[in-house]
């Protein structure tokens, strides 16, 4: 039984994925996956904090439970975006396979979209086992600043899957905001504005002082 069966709601039908080391979570993450799940209509997007992103060796992070519950405060007001602690742990690298398999199990029935920037879909063959990512999820790709998606140089196998119907070019806003922009800002004391940051989430991040 999900979660959602227990707790009396219905079990989703079209759910979406959205990881990312959210550190610290900004609107740039909120508001486009806010967008997709109403353009898609997704009964329920989970955000995944990763406590040990592969791809990103050597860089220290806040740690895990401190970005799950920045993205807890972040969400709060987005009723279909929950956020999930599935790949939170710290020991173990979070493989985005292992996760889309956890959720096919989880809700046996749903329609999977895996929600990526256009910087990690240009990089996909690369990911671990992505040629299952490819053929069991649907996947929706943001568009990011800088990065310009030609279909002709796309390699074979993401140029295939596109011509399959099960790549999904979502219509968002992009953000010229950064992680990295805000972790330096606050490191320097500065207080960005409500329109980059949920001011829950900044109060948190001065409170405990996180990036200073």
Not at 66 to 91: G, I
Not at 169 to 183: D, F, Y
């Amino acid at each position: 039984m999900s979660d959602d069966a227990s707790l009396g709601r219905p079990e989703p039908a079209r759910i979406g994925l959205f990881g990312g080391s959210f550190d610290p979570v900004h609107r740039g993450h909120v508001d486009p996956i806010a967008g997709v799940a109403g353009e898609l209509e997704l009964d329920i997007v989970f955000f995944l904090p990763t406590g040990r992103p592969p791809h990103k060796p050597g860089r220290t992070f806040v740690a895990p439970a401190r970005r799950f519950a920045m993205v807890e405060m972040a969400l709060l007001h987005e009723q279909r975006l929950v956020v999930d602690d599935f790949e939170l742990d710290p020991e173990t690298p979070s493989y985005t396979i292992d996760t889309v398999r956890h959720f096919r199990e989880r809700y046996p029935r749903a329609e999977i979209h895996l929600i990526v920037g256009m910087d990690s879909y240009l990089e996909l063959t690369s990911w671990r086992d992505y040629e299952a990512l490819l053929s069991e999820t649907v996947l929706v790709v943001l568009a990011r600043p800088g990065y310009e998606l030609i279909d002709g140089e796309l390699p074979d196998p993401l140029r295939r899957h596109a011509s399959t119907g099960r790549r999904v070019l979502a219509e968002n806003q992009l953000w010229r905001i950064s992680s990295t922009r805000l972790r330096l800002e606050l490191g320097r004391g500065d207080r960005p504005g409500e329109e980059v940051m949920a001011p829950s989430v900044l109060r948190y991040c001065r409170k405990y002082e996180l990036y200073r």
